[in-house]
């Protein structure tokens, strides 16, 4: 007879080697195909006479689709499982990526922004939802984390492969920015198909889990559900939860650091240093991003090891707020790029402990809803970063000014967290 650690060291382990590089992998597509609208920018503003107000609008309508139909679309996956939900919503994401390569003006991008928020809506929380399905709690950040870390690499494999594509591909007389939305739309429509035969639903129904394995974790995630000791089931006790609404406010503050820098710094490297190339801008990029990926490692790790949630999470936001202030500040250009790195890694080393919080006091079936919710008043964001880059940027002609904004709302973010500590739940920490 195995021991209980010796089961639950080796069902963990297969868990997250047959989930989390897939889930990865998945979130590395989703999210390139989310943000190369910023890399194609460097050649397709100039192309459709798209002013830098009217690009930030653009950048952010995305989110204003996605927040709409985020909670239904989650709903629906609770109901009829992530398997399918998530296949249908990679396929139509990818469908729309590529129609985008055909527009001619800016009317046309606006609606195939918005129909790929409507078409990518619920993927993030219902995979956040996914892996609190398949580990326990003091394996949760690490997890999410894990699963997180395709943001930061999704840039470093996307802005030079997306700004190599800008110089190089140019096929049939075809404009690069076009083929960047063909090339790196079509791997959804592969990973789609991919999804609907690897996912499995619950632990229950995991046939790569041996009998003894399945019951354990089954086990595991139910006593970990239990010290919750809530039952926010239903969907208005959610919505009603002032602490669901706390949260949202955070992650909104947070995503406007994060999709505001995040579409305009290759515009902001451009105008560090005008006489780099489109894929010198890529190269450059990679840098903060790589830093980024270390740090949120480190810091997620540090996280589960002392199982401190709070601080984890509102710290780097604090930190990378100021950074970006004095990144608006400064006129020296090393000075401002490493402001730059530091606010990237402040904003990527929040997200594993934020994922955590939620599952503290949401029981399996309202979570479905607080995620969705969370992400969905979070996403808002989304398009108020882009948007405040955007007009300031015409308003001032430099983006110094948004970046001092958007760095406000960063410490802002950090502030506010520190109150997550005051619904803590009783019991063993997550």
């Not at 190599?164 to 739309?185: K, S, T, Y």
């Not at 919505?239 to 955070?250: A, E, F, M, N, T």
């Not at 995040?262 to 010198?280: H, K």
Request: net charge neutral; proline share 5%.
């Amino acid at each position: 007879m195995v021991s209980g650690d010796g089961i639950g060291e080796r069902t963990v382990k297969k868990v997250s080697r047959r989930l989390l590089p897939f889930l990865f992998l998945l979130y590395v597509v989703a999210f390139l195909d989310r943000v190369n609208f910023g890399y194609a920018a460097l050649d397709m503003n100039s192309a459709l006479g798209i002013s830098p107000e009217l690009f930030g609008i653009l950048s952010g309508i995305f989110f204003i689709g996605y927040l709409l139909f985020e909670v239904p679309g989650n709903m629906i996956l609770q109901r009829i499982g992530a398997r399918i939900w998530i296949s249908r919503i990679i396929i139509s994401w990818g469908i729309v990526v590529i129609i985008t390569a055909a527009a001619s003006n800016a009317t046309e991008l606006f609606i195939l922004r918005f129909l790929l928020g409507v078409a990518e809506a619920g993927f993030f929380p219902g995979i956040i939802l996914y892996i609190t399905c398949w580990f326990r709690k003091e394996d949760l950040a690490r997890a999410v984390t894990l699963f997180m870390t395709a943001l930061a690499i999704s840039n470093i494999i996307g802005a030079p492969l997306s700004t190599w594509i800008l110089d190089n591909v140019h096929w049939f007389g075809i404009a690069g920015w076009r083929w960047l939305f063909v090339l790196e739309g079509l791997p959804a429509l592969v990973l789609g198909v991919v999804t609907w035969f690897w996912l499995t639903n619950r632990p229950e129904e995991a046939g790569w889990l041996t009998p003894e394995e399945r019951g354990w974790l089954s086990q595991e995630i139910q006593k970990g559900a239990t010290r919750q000791g809530e039952k926010n089931t239903g969907f208005r006790a959610v919505i009603r939860d002032p602490r669901v609404w706390h949260l949202g406010i955070i992650y909104c503050l947070m995503t406007i650091g994060l999709y505001g820098l995040g579409f305009w710094m290759p515009q902001i490297i451009r105008s560090l240093n005008p006489a780099f190339s489109n894929f010198g801008i890529g190269l450059v990029m990679t840098v903060p991003f790589i830093i980024a990926l270390l740090a949120m490692l480190a810091w997620s790790a540090h996280s589960d090891r002392t199982g401190e949630r709070v601080w984890h999470t509102g710290l780097p936001p604090f930190i990378g707020g100021i950074a970006l202030v004095v990144a608006g500040l400064v006129r020296d250009p090393l000075t401002a790029f490493l402001m730059l790195v530091i606010a990237t890694a402040g904003i990527y080393c929040f997200f594993g402990p934020f994922w955590t919080i939620p599952a503290m006091f949401l029981a399996e079936a309202g979570a479905a809803v607080g995620f969705a919710v969370i992400n969905s008043i979070g996403n808002a964001g989304g398009f108020i970063g882009p948007s405040l880059l955007g007009v300031v940027t015409q308003a001032t002609g430099s983006v110094s000014t948004g970046l001092v904004a958007i760095g406000g709302c960063l410490i802002l973010c950090g502030i506010l967290a520190a109150g997550v500590g005051g619904y803590r739940p009783t019991g063993p920490a997550p």
